[in-house]
């Protein structure tokens, strides 16, 4: 057999969503709706946001928050659609690997944009006369990259470990996507301590962020300081976030905390990181936010008057 890092498996076998032919073109077009719309909705802030010169910093980040939900249902979505009707799912040895790696650096640089946008909101609610100053160009650039670092950093510190690992004969991955914790299972050695690794590394860094999240946010929504009005405001802004990080982290907590792994749970949980985190939040930001809907009507306009004149 072709041998790849001195292990025999050069495939692995992923597990299908439905057995039911049935439930194959259900979720075909569940899923192909849902990726339609993630690509639609993510790639419209972005151009919003760039077009429209939505400069303020909040804005800078939720352009790049959506092309980094883009990135991230695009290292799954698209592979399990054209998997819905293949009868044997193989991914083979790299494209397994590339996935985890992409998936790991998409989910790292997401989590640290969100802990930058709630920044960026806590400055802007409890120091409003130096945000901009606190905020400027340059900070925005450096949390960016900052951003960028830990995700790949995040990635590295798992796949440096995984991709050493022997395989030799179990290549059966129990899911419909290649990540850390189900391909270290299949390794021919004992794995305990690697396992321990990647909970560390994924879920209590997860669990962690979200904790800090959460504690940022109701500190933000139950300081006295601010006036009411200046409360009413955000609190739109921030039942927004309060949403997608809540969507956001609590099936990764459940993806890499939770001992007892049930394959369909998981499956689940997995589903709303990939295809409903990334489909909802361009829709809870753009819907619940004013500037963004006068934005859009603005590029509506430009779009209808460009039209005209050609
Ligand atoms: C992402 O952030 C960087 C740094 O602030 C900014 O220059 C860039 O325009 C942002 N990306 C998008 C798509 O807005």
Known sequence: MDQVNGSAVTEFVLLGLAQPLGMQFFLFFIFFLFYVGIILGNLFIVFTVIFVHLHSPMYILLANLSLIDLGLSSTTVPRTISD?????????????????????????????????????????????????????????????????????????????FVINLPFCGPNNVGSYYCDFPQVIKLACMDTYQLEFVVTANSGFISMATFFFLATLYIILLTVRKHSWNTLSKALFTLSAHITVVGLFFAPCMFLYVWPFPTKSFDNFFAIVDFVVTPVLSPAIYTLRNKDMKVAMRKLSQQVASSREMA
């Open 84 to 160: 819905l009707f293949s009868d044997c799912k193989v991914i083979s040895f790299h494209s397994c690997m590339i996935q985890m790696f992409f998936i790991h650096i998409m989910g790292g640089v997401e989590m640290v944009l969100l802990m930058v946008m709630a920044y960026d909101r806590y400055t802007a609610i409890c120091k409003p006369l130096h945000y901009l100053i606190i905020m400027n160009p340059k900070m925005c650039v450096f949390l960016v990259v900052a951003a960028w670092v830990i995700g790949v950093i995040h990635a590295v510190s798992q796949f440096v």
